[in-house]
C-alpha cells in the first residue's frame, strides 16, 4: 500500500493542513478532510507516514459516529467524497480515506477523558496525588482503572506547538456554562458508552480526545475523527494488569520509540525506522480488525 503523506487536489480549494488531515472546501456548507498517513507525536508531525493509517481512521471514525449517533449529533453530511472532486486520479487519492462534512465553528477546547491512569496524568499523580489538578485517592498504581472517568481539557495548539490542560473553570470562560456544561457531559457519555462497547471486543480503552464544533444556531456536534488509535490508547484486555503500562494498538508504540531515543520532542522529529513504522500499521489494523468484528 502506498502511504499519502499529502494530498494533492486541485478540483476543491485548500483550506488547511493540520497534523493528519487535509481539509479543502467544497462550497459554503460543506469541506472535504482527507485523513492522510501523516503521524503526529507530542503534538510534532513525523517525517515518515504510516500505510494506510488514513483508511484505518476514516474507516474507524466512521463506525463510531454511526455508533454513538444517539449521544450526539456528528458532522457527516452524507455526501460520497469521491463526489465533490473531478478526475479519477483524485476520486483515487482519497479513496477510503475522506469525509464530506458539514462546515461548522470548532470548540476551541480538546475533551480529553481518561479512565484509567497513565501516561501524562501517571506522571502527575505520583509527584502531586492529582490528574490536572484533580485531586484522587492514594495508593493508585501505574495504570489502574480511575474511580470513575475523568474529563481533562486542554487548549488547541497549532502544529509544532503543545496543547496545555486547563481547568474546567477555564473552559467555561471560553465557552460559557451552558456549552462548558454540554461539552464535558457528551465527552463523558461518548467515553462510557465506548469502552463498554470496545470490552466486548477484548479492547480497554484507557483515555480518549473528543473535538466539538457548532451551526449558525447553536447546534452542538461532535467532529473531527473518533475513538482511533490517533485520538485515543487501546490495551488488549487480555495483557492488562494494573501496575504497569500494557502494550497498546495505537501509536504508544511509536511514542515510547521516540521516548528511549532521546528526542527532546522539539521540531523537527527523527526519522522513524520503517520497521517501528510498520509495526505501529499492524497495531491500528489489528485495533480495527478487533473493534468491527
Not at 226 to 232: E, G, R
Amino acid at each position: 500500500m502506498t502511504a499519502l503523506h499529502e494530498s494533492s487536489l486541485s478540483s476543491v480549494a485548500l483550506l488547511h493542513r493540520g497534523k493528519v488531515r487535509d481539509i479543502y472546501a467544497v462550497d459554503a456548507q460543506h469541506l472535504l478532510i482527507v485523513q492522510t498517513d501523516r503521524l503526529s507525536a507530542f503534538d510534532v508531525i513525523l517525517p515518515d507516514p504510516v500505510p494506510g493509517k488514513g483508511q484505518i481512521l476514516t474507516t474507524l471514525s466512521n463506525f463510531w459516529f454511526d455508533k454513538l449517533a444517539h449521544v450526539i449529533p456528528n458532522h457527516l453530511s452524507g455526501i460520497a467524497p469521491e463526489e465533490v472532486v473531478k478526475t479519477a486520479a483524485e476520486r483515487e487519492q482519497i479513496k477510503g480515506r475522506a469525509f464530506v462534512v458539514k462546515r461548522l465553528k470548532p470548540l476551541p477546547v480538546e475533551a480529553i477523558v481518561r479512565g484509567y491512569l497513565v501516561g501524562s496524568g501517571w506522571k502527575e499523580y505520583k509527584k502531586s496525588g492529582s490528574v490536572c489538578g484533580i485531586k484522587l485517592p492514594a495508593g493508585l498504581q501505574e495504570a489502574q482503572q480511575l474511580p470513575e472517568p475523568l474529563f481533562t481539557p486542554s487548549t488547541k495548539a497549532v502544529a509544532g506547538e503543545h496543547d496545555e490542560n486547563i481547568s474546567f473553570d477555564e473552559v467555561v470562560k471560553l465557552l460559557g456554562e451552558t456549552r462548558a456544561n454540554a461539552v464535558r457531559a457528551s465527552s463523558l457519555a461518548l467515553y462510557s458508552q465506548a469502552a463498554q462497547f470496545a470490552a466486548t471486543k477484548g479492547i480497554i480503552i484507557a483515555d480518549t480526545k473528543f473535538e466539538f464544533g457548532e451551526d449558525s444556531t447553536g447546534k452542538m456536534y461532535l467532529i473531527d475523527e473518533a475513538l482511533t488509535p490517533d485520538s485515543s490508547r487501546f490495551w488488549p484486555a487480555e495483557n492488562y494488569k494494573a501496575g504497569s503500562n500494557p502494550p497498546s494498538f495505537d501509536k504508544q508504540f511509536v511514542r515510547d520509540w521516540l521516548e528511549a531515543s532521546g528526542w527532546n520532542k522539539q521540531p523537527p522529529a527523527p526519522q522513524v525506522p520503517a520497521d517501528i513504522l510498520q509495526k505501529t500499521a499492524d497495531k491500528y489494523q489489528e485495533a480495527l480488525r478487533r473493534l468491527m468484528n
